[in-house]
Nanobody, 118 residues
């Protein structure tokens, strides 16, 4: 299991921006290279859903609901994955989770709350 530490959530007005970070702490760099990292979210009363993720072949999948507004990126040397969220909407309000998979290993962060409200 990989320990994932998320940060960057908060309250923002519609149209605003936030950047979430997820660091794979206690993970050596060579292990981080093997991880497939992504972001998911769960709104109240709804199922957890994919937001954006790197795939095992290195490409990127982005949910239609956030395409063109959210961008996933990573800094391998910092063992960190980011989610840049622009043009936020009230329907983006959710707890955002970082996920790391490698083979049968599947780790989740503790989640960070994002609230979009005026």
């Amino acid at each position: 299991q990989v320990q994932l530490v998320e940060s960057g959530g908060g309250l923002v007005q519609p149209g605003g921006s936030l950047r979430l970070s997820c660091t794979a702490s206690r993970t050596i760099l060579s292990t981080f290279w093997t991880l497939t990292m992504g972001w998911y979210r769960q709104a109240p009363g709804k199922q957890r859903e994919l937001v954006a993720t790197f795939t095992s072949d290195g490409s990127i999948d982005v949910a239609d609901a956030v395409k063109g507004r959210f961008t996933i990126s990573k800094n391998n040397s910092k063992k960190t994955v980011y989610l840049q969220m622009n043009s936020l909407k009230p329907e983006d309000t959710a707890v955002y989770y970082c996920r790391a998979t490698a083979g049968e290993s599947d780790s989740w962060g503790q989640g960070t709350q994002v609230t979009v409200s005026s």
